[in-house]
């Protein structure tokens, strides 16, 4: 079974930044993409960044150019660079990786962006 396990969140002041790591486990990462999500308190779990096998990304545009989505397919590794963090980033954020029909979910990671 795939496992993913999240490193890299914390506390962290407005304007400040963060790199979330996730690892896999498992043989088939290299096949599937991979994405981070996040939810705040009262809300729904949303995309943040996807990265496709190929290495293509995708972003919300209200994040393009502050969070940068990575992968290294040698350390069965996906990151996330979070740059000029605000308050309204601070949310749970939670690694995913999408084998069809099954999605496979980290246990989450707490980001919070606090003066």
């Known amino acids: 079974q795939v496992q993913l396990v999240e490193s890299g969140g914390g506390l962290v002041q407005p304007g400040g930044s963060l790199r979330l790591s996730c690892a896999a486990s498992g043989s088939i990462f290299r096949a599937y993409a991979m994405g981070w999500y996040r939810q705040a308190p009262g809300k729904q779990r949303e995309l943040v960044a996807k990265i496709t096998s190929g290495g293509s990304t995708n972003y919300p545009d209200s994040l393009k150019g502050r969070f940068t989505i990575s992968r290294d397919n040698a350390k069965n590794t996906v990151y996330l660079q979070m740059n000029s963090l605000k308050p309204e980033d601070t949310a749970v954020y939670y690694c995913?990786?999408?084998?069809?029909?099954?999605?496979?979910w980290g246990q989450g990671t707490q980001v919070t962006v606090s003066s």
């Open positions: 995913n990786l999408h084998a069809p029909p099954i999605n496979y």
